[in-house]
């Protein structure tokens, strides 16, 4: 959405040169984790796993009209997330 | 009983849940008589948007036969209060659709504090300015249905852990010293004199019954209806997404599932919710986010500022009409040729639900034809006990406007 602006100066010492110019490599890491908790994120379905076909899916989780998420209180999501996504 | 929200989309959807709103008038005791016609998932100012065809107002103008609109979105709900055919009925207010069409039909109509009611149940338009509340024939069978109808709510996080008082105890008491704020700029141009007049005889009442009046200024108030109309579409066509023909409501067979979606969709949406969610995804979408969503969110924190300086400044109330005119026509041509026109119906009623603030709804007088006309008074945050306070002494002065059965 809103777009990423990298200010940093670049150091010259990194770039290697190419047949268009120079470049700087980034490197970007997108981590995938998944946190050992009973239930979902927004929902309190379970998160077992090799359960029957839509056995652990609730009324939010169906986006039944009007049903509304509620993130789940367990300290035990917010701790690792904070971790992944700061 | 089916939950359609008026559109063709929820065709036959039976829920197996009760929202919270209603489950609490349950449990004290009211009963369900039915669920009445709308504007297709609240979006319309005049209930023709229904999927239904259009509710028609149990008011008409003096000597007139003309089937005139009960305003909407919850014209279902206002017409068939002001037709006597219940005590009291729920409704949903995202820009004005509880008190516009209590203004039309000669009904109170209240807005409470955004988080006031769980909105758990609800079908969602615009969820950070959905507010449930009562449509009743005076203010008192509006103060015992909110008390009954707020709640926090452990399924709604945005409802809030408050006491909620006993707004009918708060009825009949003094306005003596309070501060009414009169709003400069809700005097529009070319607004109808008869609306001017109503509303001078507000002030004076108000003034009678011991307040003080004081000029206000709001000055973002003229960018509200622009902004609203970036901010509501936008949550609806999130909302939205989910009717896809899929788990419930209308399914249109296609050649795939892709084409199942579109045509769903395509067949299941009347033409202003298609409308709507094309606006929404205009908005939403990269190059445009910034220049419109993210600039309506800001003019949002400006109108909640003016609100917020105005009470600080010692405001208790702000008094201001609640529409533009008196019910129109079914089928107005001005209004279904250009939307815009339709949505300056909810001039003075979405400023109040950009800023989460209470506003109630209460008649005031008939116009020269004879039809019901409507004040808005705004309330702080949490403070709808004023506004009923204040709605009771107006109900008081202008008295009872019943519409004569015609039907």
Same mark, same amino acid.
């Given at each position: ?56 899916v609730s009324l939010v989780d169906a986006a039944m009209p009007g049903m509304l998420p509620v993130i789940n209180r367990k300290n035990a999501w917010r701790k690792p997330y904070a971790r992944v996504l700061g | 009983m089916c939950t359609q929200a008026a559109s063709h989309i929820l065709?036959?959807?039976?829920p197996k849940y009760e929202s919270t709103v209603t489950q609490n008038l349950w449990n004290d005791g009211a009963v369900m008589l039915g669920k009445l016609n709308m504007d297709e998932f609240a979006m319309g100012s005049s209930n023709e948007t229904s999927f239904y065809g259009p ?17 909407? !979105? ?18 949903? /207010? ?12 000669? *009904? ?23 507010? $449930?509340?009562?449509? *009743? ?9 909110? +008390? ?25 008491? *003094? ?44 000055p973002h108030t003229k960018y509200a209806l622009p902004a609203y109309y970036i901010v509501a579409p936008a949550e609806a066509s999130s909302n939205l997404a989910r009717y896809d023909g899929v788990k419930y409501g209308l399914r249109v067979p296609g050649k795939d599932i892709t ?7 395509? +067949? ?12 929404? *995804? ?15 969110? +800001? ?16 405001? /208790? ?14 089928? /107005?041509?001005?209004?279904? /040729? ?16 950009? $800023? ?10 008939? !116009? ?36 004569? +059965?015609?039907?």
């Amino acid at each position: 959405m809103t777009a990423l602006v990298d200010t940093r100066t670049t150091d010259p010492k990194r770039l290697i040169p190419g047949a268009t110019g120079d470049w700087e490599v980034i490197i970007g890491l997108e981590v995938h984790a998944q946190v050992t908790s009973q239930s979902k994120l927004f929902s309190g379905s379970s998160t077992k796993f090799g359960a029957e076909p839509n056995a652990n899916v609730s009324l939010v989780d169906a986006a039944m009209p009007g049903m509304l998420p509620v993130i789940n209180r367990k300290n035990a999501w917010r701790k690792p997330y904070a971790r992944v996504l700061g | 009983m089916c939950t359609q929200a008026a559109s063709h989309i929820l065709n036959g959807f039976k829920p197996k849940y009760e929202s919270t709103v209603t489950q609490n008038l349950w449990n004290d005791g009211a009963v369900m008589l039915g669920k009445l016609n709308m504007d297709e998932f609240a979006m319309g100012s005049s209930n023709e948007t229904s999927f239904y065809g259009p509710v028609v107002n149990p008011w008409r103008a003096t000597g007139s036969k003309e089937n005139l609109v009960p305003g909407g !979105s919850s014209g279902g709900s206002s017409a068939a209060v002001a037709a006597h055919i219940c005590a009291g009925a729920t409704a949903t /207010d995202t820009g004005g659709s509880i008190r516009q069409p209590a203004a039309f039909t000669g *009904t109170v109509g209240i807005k409470p504090t955004y988080g006031r009611c769980s909105r758990w149940g609800i079908a969602a338009f615009a969820s950070s300015l959905d507010q $449930a509340g009562p449509i *009743t024939r005076d203010v008192r069978d509006a103060a015992i249905m909110l +008390k009954s109808m707020a709640s926090v709510d452990d399924k709604d996080t945005t409802s809030v852990d408050l006491p909620v008082p006993d707004y009918e105890a708060a009825l009949g008491g *003094t306005i003596k010293g309070m501060k009414i704020g009169i709003p400069a700029e809700y005097k529009v141009d070319g607004m109808d004199p008869e609306i001017v007049t109503l509303w001078e005889q507000g002030i004076a009442w108000l003034k009678d019954a011991g307040a003080e009046i004081v000029n206000i200024s709001l000055p973002h108030t003229k960018y509200a209806l622009p902004a609203y109309y970036i901010v509501a579409p936008a949550e609806a066509s999130s909302n939205l997404a989910r009717y896809d023909g899929v788990k419930y409501g209308l399914r249109v067979p296609g050649k795939d599932i892709t084409d199942m979606y579109e045509q769903t969709r395509a +067949k299941g949406f009347g033409a202003e919710v298609k409308r709507r969610i094309m606006i929404g *995804t205009y908005v939403l979408s990269a190059g445009y986010y910034d220049a419109y969503y993210l600039q309506a969110q +800001k003019v949002r924190t400006l109108i909640k500022n003016d609100f917020e300086n105005a009470f600080a400044a010692g405001v /208790d109330a702000i008094l201001t009409p609640a529409t533009p005119s008196a019910a129109f026509a079914i089928g /107005d041509k001005a209004m279904i /040729d250009d939307p815009v026109q339709m949505y300056l119906n909810d001039v003075f009623t979405v400023t109040v639900n950009m $800023a989460g603030l209470p506003g109630i709804a209460v008649p005031a007088g008939l !116009s020269s034809t004879g039809l019901p006309l409507g004040l808005q008074l705004i309330g702080k945050p949490f403070d709808e006990v004023t506004l009923f306070k204040t709605a009771n002494v107006i109900e008081k002065a202008a008295g009872k406007f019943v519409a004569a +059965k015609w039907w």
